[in-house]
């Protein structure tokens, strides 16, 4: 039996193409800045996003810390939404890492109100940790996959600019929302101070990140990248994989887009299954009636069918489609499950 992994875009295989490519990169010393392969993806890069500069950086996590480290002092304080990948799902790095802590608000699927990122920011008073930076994420992992509206974005960063907070866009599956909305990378990016894209998602490379802003908070990035132990040297070979990804691998992602749809219809016709969210990129939220999604996720695994629970509610199995499934595969594991549960 063919063994169907939709726990996360993140287990996609680097394909035989994007080997060679990887394999035909030049190299140099990145340290140096001799890597032509890294230097070639940081410029396209920052042109992707609209900005002056751009920094290849080990992972999501590593781009996220990196950003709120250039962009805060010990003390300041993130307005996010409580389901943010830095809150959540990097092991405690703003406390950990740069001494901050995040102001978290409960977003609509992770998509933040202007009006109560306003309120949120504190008044300037030697009482209050300093409002810093305002951090969303686009599309929004926790938010099921939720595309932020390009003018939410635009009128988050017009509060952030009217306060002196700096804005930072989570990107991780930032392209994701591109091709959802047919909105340019550089219009969602406009507003913000810095910005991230992580390559190891639906693009569907091995590894990295990148991060992108003015020349002067790269060049800070790049020195809290080498403090973090993140500065690598001939990481041409990686940059060359997301170079591969940029070019092969974008389009592609309405594919995914639409199997997670055709596997939210294949559910949605069992008794008692409910798709709580819209389907509007590549993660699909299933509550089975609702039963436990820890005992699910088991029975799952033994029909070939791997997912994760969702976290957030105890009965939310979380499935995401990426370019190593199928249309066939994601109807083949609705099947399986259909026949598990139904
Ligand atoms: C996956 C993800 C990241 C980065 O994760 P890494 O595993 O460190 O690459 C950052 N933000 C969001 C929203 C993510 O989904």
Redesign the pocket.
Known sequence: MKTIDLRSD?VTLPSQAMREAMARAPLGDDVYGEDPSVNRLQERCADLLGKEAALFVA??????QVALGVLTRPGDEVICDQGS?PVN??GGAMPALWGIQPRTLQGDRGILDPVEVEAAIRPDSEHFPRSRVLEI?NT??RGGGAVYPLDRVRALAEVARRRGLDLYL?G??LLNAVVASGVPARDYAEGASLV?L?F??GLGAPVG?ILAGDRDRIREARRLRKRLGGAMRQSGVLAAAASFALDHNVARLAEDHENARAMAVALSSIPGVVVPHPVETNLLFVSFGGRSAVDLVGRFREAGVLANPEGSRPDLVRFVTHLDVSRDDVLEAARRIASLVG
């Open positions: 993140t992972s999501g996590t590593m781009a996220n990948h799902f990097e994420e929004h992992n989570d991780a599956r991230s992580c190891s998602k990140s």
